[in-house]
Protein backbone atom coordinates (compact mmCIF):
# COMPACT_ATOMS: atom_id res chain seq x y z
CA UNK A 1 0.00 0.00 0.00
CA UNK A 2 0.83 3.35 -0.71
CA UNK A 3 2.89 5.70 2.39
CA UNK A 4 0.04 8.35 1.87
CA UNK A 5 -2.81 5.47 2.43
CA UNK A 6 -1.07 4.24 5.70
CA UNK A 7 -0.63 7.88 6.86
CA UNK A 8 -4.45 8.83 6.17
CA UNK A 9 -5.55 5.55 7.91
CA UNK A 10 -3.25 5.97 10.49
CA UNK A 11 -4.29 10.12 11.23
CA UNK A 12 -8.50 9.07 10.66
CA UNK A 13 -8.14 5.65 13.01
CA UNK A 14 -6.54 7.81 15.89
CA UNK A 15 -5.04 4.63 17.21
CA UNK A 16 -8.15 2.54 16.95
CA UNK A 17 -7.03 -0.55 15.84
CA UNK A 18 -11.25 -1.35 14.93
CA UNK A 19 -11.13 1.35 12.01
CA UNK A 20 -7.40 0.42 10.96
CA UNK A 21 -8.50 -2.78 10.37
CA UNK A 22 -12.15 -1.71 8.74
CA UNK A 23 -10.60 1.05 6.35
CA UNK A 24 -7.74 -1.61 5.48
CA UNK A 25 -9.85 -4.44 4.62
CA UNK A 26 -12.50 -2.40 2.59
CA UNK A 27 -9.57 -0.97 0.56
CA UNK A 28 -7.97 -4.34 0.19
CA UNK A 29 -11.22 -5.78 -0.77
CA UNK A 30 -11.72 -2.76 -3.16
CA UNK A 31 -8.46 -3.45 -5.06
CA UNK A 32 -9.10 -7.16 -5.65
CA UNK A 33 -12.25 -6.46 -7.53
CA UNK A 34 -10.60 -3.93 -9.36
CA UNK A 35 -7.59 -6.50 -10.28
CA UNK A 36 -5.12 -4.72 -8.37
CA UNK A 37 -2.49 -5.98 -6.14
CA UNK A 38 -1.83 -2.71 -4.13
CA UNK A 39 -3.79 0.05 -2.29
CA UNK A 40 -3.09 3.32 -3.61
CA UNK A 41 -4.18 6.89 -1.86
CA UNK A 42 -6.33 7.10 -4.26
CA UNK A 43 -8.57 4.35 -2.66
CA UNK A 44 -8.59 6.02 0.83
CA UNK A 45 -12.05 7.74 -0.07
CA UNK A 46 -13.62 4.71 -1.52
CA UNK A 47 -12.75 2.69 1.38
CA UNK A 48 -14.16 5.30 4.30
CA UNK A 49 -17.44 4.97 2.05
CA UNK A 50 -17.47 1.35 2.45
CA UNK A 51 -15.96 1.70 6.19
CA UNK A 52 -19.22 3.43 6.97
CA UNK A 53 -21.33 1.42 6.16
CA UNK A 54 -19.61 -1.14 8.31
CA UNK A 55 -19.42 0.86 11.73
CA UNK A 56 -21.52 -0.19 14.51
CA UNK A 57 -24.92 0.72 14.49
CA UNK A 58 -24.85 2.20 18.01
CA UNK A 59 -22.01 4.76 16.73
CA UNK A 60 -24.45 5.22 13.47
CA UNK A 61 -27.14 6.12 16.30
CA UNK A 62 -25.31 8.70 18.20
CA UNK A 63 -24.25 10.76 15.64
CA UNK A 64 -27.32 11.38 14.00
CA UNK A 65 -29.01 11.81 17.06
CA UNK A 66 -26.27 14.70 17.86
CA UNK A 67 -26.59 15.97 14.06
CA UNK A 68 -29.95 15.63 12.89
CA UNK A 69 -32.39 18.44 12.22
CA UNK A 70 -35.10 19.55 9.74
CA UNK A 71 -33.78 22.82 9.30
CA UNK A 72 -30.06 24.36 8.75
CA UNK A 73 -27.71 23.76 11.66
CA UNK A 74 -24.60 23.92 12.70
CA UNK A 75 -24.85 20.60 14.60
CA UNK A 76 -22.57 18.70 12.40
CA UNK A 77 -20.09 21.15 11.62
CA UNK A 78 -19.50 21.57 15.44
CA UNK A 79 -19.34 18.37 16.25
CA UNK A 80 -16.37 18.04 13.39
CA UNK A 81 -14.53 20.73 14.81
CA UNK A 82 -14.52 19.06 18.44
CA UNK A 83 -13.55 15.91 17.22
CA UNK A 84 -10.22 17.88 14.91
CA UNK A 85 -9.82 19.84 17.97
CA UNK A 86 -6.45 20.09 19.56
CA UNK A 87 -6.61 17.59 22.45
CA UNK A 88 -4.37 17.80 25.57
CA UNK A 89 -2.60 14.50 27.33
CA UNK A 90 -6.30 13.66 28.94
CA UNK A 91 -8.01 13.75 25.45
CA UNK A 92 -10.10 17.06 26.57
CA UNK A 93 -10.30 19.61 24.22
CA UNK A 94 -11.98 23.87 25.10
CA UNK A 95 -13.84 26.21 23.18
CA UNK A 96 -11.38 28.08 21.75
CA UNK A 97 -9.95 24.86 20.15
CA UNK A 98 -12.97 24.40 18.92
CA UNK A 99 -13.52 27.65 17.83
CA UNK A 100 -10.35 27.27 15.62
CA UNK A 101 -11.47 24.28 14.00
CA UNK A 102 -15.06 25.59 12.88
CA UNK A 103 -13.39 28.03 11.37
CA UNK A 104 -11.46 25.76 9.06
CA UNK A 105 -14.45 23.29 8.40
CA UNK A 106 -17.00 26.06 7.99
CA UNK A 107 -14.75 28.97 6.21
CA UNK A 108 -16.48 31.42 8.29
CA UNK A 109 -15.04 32.89 11.88
CA UNK A 110 -17.95 31.63 14.48
CA UNK A 111 -17.23 33.45 17.99
CA UNK A 112 -17.70 30.61 21.12
CA UNK A 113 -21.10 32.16 21.83
CA UNK A 114 -22.34 30.68 18.75
CA UNK A 115 -21.83 27.80 19.55
CA UNK A 116 -21.28 27.18 22.96
CA UNK A 117 -24.84 26.12 23.30
CA UNK A 118 -23.93 23.05 20.84
CA UNK A 119 -21.26 22.25 23.21
CA UNK A 120 -23.72 22.18 26.00
CA UNK A 121 -26.56 20.19 24.10
CA UNK A 122 -23.44 17.33 23.57
CA UNK A 123 -22.74 16.97 26.89
CA UNK A 124 -25.70 17.29 27.96
CA UNK A 125 -26.95 13.57 29.80
CA UNK A 126 -30.60 14.10 29.37
CA UNK A 127 -30.92 16.40 26.09
CA UNK A 128 -32.13 14.57 22.74
CA UNK A 129 -29.00 15.46 21.49
CA UNK A 130 -26.68 14.60 24.87
CA UNK A 131 -24.41 11.79 25.79
CA UNK A 132 -21.53 12.78 23.29
CA UNK A 133 -19.40 14.63 25.31
CA UNK A 134 -18.13 14.80 28.80
CA UNK A 135 -17.81 18.49 30.27
CA UNK A 136 -15.47 19.49 33.55
CA UNK A 137 -14.43 22.26 34.74
CA UNK A 138 -15.79 26.09 35.73
CA UNK A 139 -17.54 28.48 33.82
CA UNK A 140 -15.51 29.68 30.94
CA UNK A 141 -12.92 27.38 31.31
CA UNK A 142 -14.72 24.54 30.59
CA UNK A 143 -12.82 21.35 28.95
CA UNK A 144 -14.87 18.44 26.91
CA UNK A 145 -14.16 15.07 26.17
CA UNK A 146 -15.58 12.60 23.80
CA UNK A 147 -17.28 9.76 25.80
CA UNK A 148 -17.25 6.83 23.32
CA UNK A 149 -13.50 6.64 21.12
CA UNK A 150 -15.05 4.94 18.24
CA UNK A 151 -17.42 8.15 17.78
CA UNK A 152 -14.05 10.28 16.90
CA UNK A 153 -13.23 8.65 13.96
CA UNK A 154 -16.59 7.77 12.39
CA UNK A 155 -17.02 11.91 12.72
CA UNK A 156 -14.12 12.59 10.74
CA UNK A 157 -14.73 9.82 7.86
CA UNK A 158 -18.43 11.36 7.58
CA UNK A 159 -16.72 14.71 7.57
CA UNK A 160 -14.76 13.56 4.82
CA UNK A 161 -17.48 12.07 2.98
CA UNK A 162 -19.69 15.13 3.24
CA UNK A 163 -16.90 17.47 2.01
CA UNK A 164 -16.62 19.18 5.37
CA UNK A 165 -12.90 18.35 5.28
CA UNK A 166 -9.85 17.85 3.35
CA UNK A 167 -7.69 17.52 6.80
CA UNK A 168 -6.75 14.30 5.96
CA UNK A 169 -4.63 14.75 2.78
Known sequence: M????AKQVVKISQGLPHYTHLL???????????GRENVRAADF???????LNNVSQTVREKYHRA???NRETLYRQVLLACTMAEKDEL????????RDKLCEVTGRRYEIPAFANH??????????????????GVLRRFRYRFIDP???PYILMKGRTEGLTQELS
Not at 24 to 33: F, K, R, T
Not at 45 to 51: E, G, L, P
Not at 91 to 98: C, K, M, N, Q
Not at 119 to 136: E, H, N, W, Y
Request: charged content about 20%; overall charge negative.
Open 67 to 69: TFS
Open 150 to 152: LLP
Open 119 to 136: LTDFSSMDGARGGILVKR
Open 24 to 34: CQNAGVYVVEQ
Open 2 to 5: DDLF
Open 91 to 98: GTFSAPDV
Open 45 to 51: DFAITRA
